[in-house]
């Protein structure tokens, strides 16, 4: 079963708009990750937040976490065409990681 | 470094007839997981090694799937006989970490193995 279901499941904006994704999940967790999947490849690792972080930035990326609403936004700052992929929230239940459906984002040139 | 290496990239079978797909970790990752993807959807965890023990298995299909990890190292995973349903792409991952530990948990993923059963 999905933990974590990404909001929206598509999104299309112009070079240098800034994309927000939003997850939300059900369980309580220990960290929450995001992943790119770029067509007909596998999922790479974006960033990890931990529970007791609210915020996090890497490049031009930034994720915040609130525990109490069990949700995270991913937010992509002045986007690229390369930025055209899937993205996925994905969250520990158990031992196990599970991943949302996600978000598919077109960046338009 | 080497990432993980799948093998094949693309198989096309015909239904009842059986598969196999192999993958190679990251040197010294201990923990290996295949997922299955299917189109416009997450991946979903078919079985996840902790070395060469299987410790979570729940959601692999044991009537036709199976898999295997070679001393601790590679992985097979097999469908026999397939269906139609089994269309997918198949990804393995490996971490240095249990995914739901307090450390990285970070997966790394191959490029997977796009199966289509006619």
Known sequence: ?109 | EAGVVQSPRYKIIEKKQPVAFWCNPISGHNTLYWYRQNLGQGPELLIRYENEEAVDDSQLPKDRFSAERLKGVDSTLKIQPAELGDSAVYLCASSLDQAGSTNTGELFFGEGSRLTVL
């Not at chain 1, 609403?69 to 520990?92: E, H, N, V």
């Open chain 1, 1 to 109: 079963s999905q933990q974590g279901e990404e909001d929206p499941q598509a999104l299309s904006i112009q070079e240098g708009e800034n994309a927000t994704m939003n997850c939300s999940y059900k369980t309580s967790i220990n960290n929450l990750q995001w992943y790119r999947q770029n067509s007909g490849r596998g999922l790479v690792h974006l960033i990890l937040i931990r529970s007791n972080e609210r915020e996090k930035h890497s490049g031009r990326l930034r994720v915040t976490l609130d525990t109490s609403k069990k949700s995270s936004s991913l937010l992509i700052t002045a986007s690229r065409a390369a930025d055209t992929a899937s993205y996925f929230c994905a969250t520990p239940s158990g031992s196990r990681l599970t991943f949302g459906e996600g978000t598919q984002l077109t960046v338009n040139p």
